[in-house]
């Protein structure tokens, strides 16, 4: 048997792609290994939204290098979205790569591993345009939750974000393949089911021979048999409908939480980032969520340091975060991102000191507001649907979310994972909550 390592870095779109390919690589005697050095075969599956990520896989692969230049058997494939982006590009920096894979022709990789293993080297393989998609075994991370993709691509163009120009226009996948793989899922022990999309609710916008939407595809997954919850993300701020949110009420397995992405809380900086709405646009929305949805947990993602962003418009979102009870943020600062309309604005660049403190303020604010939300649920009973078990500082403890998604630590001594369970919430700490089972 065969070996292959592969590091994902980035989001769940990633770490989806990743179980594709493991799948695939399944069907050529392929066994996947914890331990790089085990590997005959090496992957690196990465991520290009933040400078730090693509410079930590080049350094990664580095490493891997050293050991093929001192005579390990090995091929590494540089895939993901650096692959896509810089292509062959990355041969100059790292020319003891075999094979670079785009993330639209990952269905190819049996033919192109085929080809490396027979000696062929430094193939590139990243087009412009998606390959088709093909039913493939997709070998999942052993845990409670199956990330399914139903949209792939960002019709956006927001000026900060690569995302366009790696993954592609948006494409969605249609709903019977995505049944097919949730039933599969479900077969296989999942207890829950997270749909995928760079902009989950554009779902159905491109298809020509019907009227369906993330409304309807919920619908048809609520209606499959067997206990389990639904989630989906991300969803953009102007394509949340109120059919939606009600769908979302109405359906007993989706559950409540929503991430909805503002990244700035200025209505200036929005326009400069291309985002469709203003500060008050996105305010309507998230109100109307939160007023929809009882005990609805909304999350959003947050830029510190945009080009050209004054004093006065950061706190902007300092107030925004309050002002919207957001429960929790993602927080990064800008990063410039080759082809980018943003990255051309050099002359707007903020200094990195003025980024790192903005920054600092923001996950503090971000604690604040974290610490705020799961305080409001103590004394309340909540189902958990329990992912781990551990021994905790010397005690033995299970690990879950609430339906909201908000994580709860109990006391247990047996493990629980996979079940649900109803749990009194006791106290609360910034990033969890603490409950009991009720017996």
Known sequence: MKRVFIDTMGCQMNKSDTERMLGMLSYLGYDETKEPKEADLLIINTCSIRQLSEDKAFSEIGTWGQWKKHGKDIKIVFSGCVAQQKQKEIFKRAPYVDLVIGTHNIYQLPDLIKRIENGETRICECPDTPYGEKDIEIKRVKSVNAWIPITEGCNNFCTYCIVPYTRGRERSRLPETIIKETKDALSQGFKEITLLGQNVD?????????????????????????????????????????????????????????????????????????????RETYAKIANKVRDMVPDVTITSDFIAGFPGETEEQFEETLTAMDE????????????????????????????????????????????????????????????????????????????????????????????????????????AKTWYINGEIID
Not at 225 to 236: A, H, K, L, N, P
Not at 266 to 271: A, G, I, R
Not at 342 to 361: G, H, N, Q, S
């Open 202 to 278: 554009s779902y159905g916008k491109d298809f020509k021979d019907r009227e369906y939407r993330l409304a309807d595809l919920l619908t048809e997954l609520n209606d499959i048999e067997g206990d389990f919850w639904i989630r989906f993300v991300t969803s953009y701020p102007t394509d949340i409908t109120d059919n939606l949110i009600e769908t979302a009420v109405k359906l007993d397995k989706v559950c409540e939480y929503f991430h909805i992405p503002m990244q700035s809380g200025s209505s200036e900086v929005l326009k400069k980032m291309n985002r469709r709405y203003d």
């Open 324 to 427: 919207l009870n957001l429960d929790y943020s993602n927080t990064a600062a800008y990063s410039p991102r080759e082809k980018t309309v943003a990255a051309k604005w050099v002359d707007l660049y903020i200094p990195e000191d003025v980024k790192t403190e903005r920054l600092r303020r923001l996950n503090e604010k971000n604690m604040e507001c974290c610490l705020r939300s799961n305080q409001k649920f103590v004394g309340r009973e909540l189902d958990v649907l329990i992912e781990n078990f551990e021994n905790h500082k010397g005690k033995n403890v299970v690990t879950g979310r609430t339906r909201n998604n908000k994580i709860v630590h109990i006391p247990c001594e047996k493990d629980l994972t996979g079940k649900f369970v109803k749990v009194k919430i006791t106290g």
